[in-house]
């Protein structure tokens, strides 16, 4: 634990100096922002606008894991992987480290883009105290549904390449966004990159059927009970979760055995 804690904070100061940090702030902001003005000039129906930007951060955001992992592990093939392979006693401490930093800066970028969204959204409407729960929910499974994907990305950054990584990431993207419609259905579970759209997607429609036309969010009236109306949801969070895990664990194992790639130079 204690050599955990130590490449954490390593990884944290290998990022000082580079675009991890003002890519997670700036991104999250202007996103927001060009939301807020392009509604302010729409009439939408009511919660629709906070459906269509949840769905929109969950079609991007494997772009962006794409990105910061290929800046990640940029630092650490610049020497050629000895710091990372190198200096910990348990080699998965390393890649657990480097998840754990990647994770956590996903979580403040979403906090940014969806909690900055809903504070300047209910500045300029009225909104219940149901939905400020509802938002921080929905913050929480869009940072669950992503977790798979941030080593998915740091394995293909360390087995061949940040290019490649970044190009499967915008595959991904568009992907996920194919997946949100009638394509996925009986097959989105299996790819992750569709995990934060379609779990984000069945809260937002139970809350919506449940707050009878309205996006409301009450703890206490069984949100388990009440998603067996839809169907085969919770089969299918039961398989998609299953695949996150064999996922992590397939990912974790790999990097065991490990050993750099060759380089160029």
């Keep these: ?34 939301f807020l003005f392009y509604y302010g000039y729409h009439d ?6 906070w459906a269509w930007y949840i769905e929109t951060v969950s079609i991007v955001f494997p772009a962006m894991i794409s990105f910061v992992c290929s800046i990640s592990v940029r630092i650490e093939k610049n020497n050629h992987f000895s710091v990372l ?12 480290a480097k998840w ?9 970028s979403l906090i940014i883009a969806v ?3 809903f504070a300047v959204w209910r500045a300029t409407e009225e909104k219940g105290d149901g939905f400020g729960r509802l938002c921080l929910l929905t913050i929480l499974i869009l940072w669950a549904g992503s977790q798979s994907m941030y080593l998915f990305h740091l394995c293909v ?3 061949w390449s940040e290019n490649i990584s970044m190009c499967i990431g915008v595959l991904q993207s568009v992907l996920a966004a194919l997946l949100q419609t009638g394509l996925g259905h009986g097959i989105w579970q299996f790819f992750g990159c569709s995990f934060c759209g379609r779990w984000s997607s069945y809260l937002l429609l139970y809350c919506y059927v449940y707050g009878e036309g309205e996006f409301k969010l009450s703890f206490g009236s069984g949100i388990i009970d009440g998603l067996f109306a839809f169907g085969k949801v919770l089969e299918n969070l039961a398989v998609s979760a299953g695949v996150m895990v064999i996922w992590i664990i397939g990912i974790f194992a790999w990097y065991q055995r490990f050993e750099g790639r060759c380089m160029d130079d």
């Design 1 to 34: 634990m204690r050599e955990c804690v130590r490449m954490i904070r390593a990884e944290s100061y290998k990022m000082r100096g580079t675009l991890f940090l003002p890519f997670h702030v700036m991104v999250p902001c202007v996103g927001g922002l060009l």
């Design 44 to 49: 939408f129906a009511p919660g629709k606008e």
């Design 85 to 96: 392979l190198g200096t910990a006693v348990c080699r998965r401490n390393s890649l657990l």
């Design 100 to 108: 754990i930093v990647l994770s956590a800066a996903g979580l403040f």
């Design 115 to 117: 909690g900055g969204f």
């Design 157 to 159: 950054c360390l087995r």
